[in-house]
T-cell receptor, first 113, second 113 residues
Framework: DGGITQSPKYLFRKEGQNVTLSCEQN?????MYWYRQDPGQGLRLIYY???????QKGDIAEGYSVSREKKESFPLTVTSAQKNPTAFYLC????????????FGPGTRLLVL | AQSVAQPEDQVNVAEGNPLTVKCTYS??????LFWYVQYPNRGLQFLLK??????LVKGSYGFEAEFNKSQTSFHLKKPSALVSDSALYFC???????????FGKGTSLLVTP
């Protein structure tokens, strides 16, 4: 899992509640990503950021928000608008460039109470 | 759109036998292809990638993959499987923009003693 940390490992959300997942990296990578993993569906891209103060929507951005105020941090907020948030969330980072390898954090499992 | 397909949900192999996990791709332009492995409740670990050059790519833990342009395939292989290789394997391709990855649905590899 390299120099990428995600917290918490497990997170419980109540109906109507916003929750924030933390992702921090000490690899000096410019680019960071959030993926959602559901059984049998592989990973799907939520948001990505290529540089500080800039981010772009991925394939399933609805109900999620992000910020990128610091190079090493890319928090993901799961809002109440996300009606089916139960999943395993993975953060990744890489050097900018389409040949570069992405490195993943250990993940956060989000469950709805 | 750049995409990959993993036609097998599960692959079973006996320890000591060779293993192959299949992946086919569909891209416009040059394909940048990756293999990752995931152990239960963990993040993804990078195994290897194909960018250009030699069609046989060697990676971590004794794995290798063969890029075949005519068959649009990038199969993962290992000459002699270990029980500890049992895990979920993902093939991925770089997207055209933003440097994110499109993942296959994953193949569960079970190596029996």
């Amino acid at each position: 899992d390299g120099g990428i940390t995600q917290s918490p490992k497990y997170l419980f959300r109540k109906e109507g509640q916003n929750v924030t997942l933390s992702c921090e990296q000490n690899l000096n990578h410019d680019a960071m990503y959030w993926y959602r993993q559901d059984p049998g569906q592989g990973l799907r891209l939520i948001y990505y950021s290529q540089i500080v103060n800039d981010f772009q929507k991925g394939d399933i951005a609805e109900g999620y928000s992000v910020s990128r105020e610091k190079k090493e941090s890319f928090p993901l907020t799961v809002t109440s608008a996300q009606k089916n948030p139960t999943a395993f969330y993975l953060c990744a980072s890489s050097i900018r460039g389409n040949q570069e390898t992405q490195y993943f954090g250990p993940g956060t499992r989000l469950l709805v109470l | 759109a750049q995409s990959v397909a993993q036609p097998e949900d599960q692959v079973n192999v006996a320890e000591g036998n060779p293993l192959t996990v299949k992946c086919t791709y569909s891209v416009s332009g040059n394909p940048y292809l990756f293999w990752y492995v995931q152990y239960p409740n963990r993040g993804l670990q990078f195994l290897l990638k194909y960018i250009t050059g030699d069609n046989l790519v060697k990676g971590s833990y004794g794995f290798e993959a063969e890029f075949n342009k005519s068959q649009t395939s990038f199969h993962l292989k290992k000459p002699s499987a270990l029980v500890s290789d049992s895990a979920l394997y993902f093939c991925a391709v770089r997207t055209n923009s933003g440097y994110a990855l499109n993942f296959g649905k994953g193949t569960s590899l079970l190596v029996t003693p």
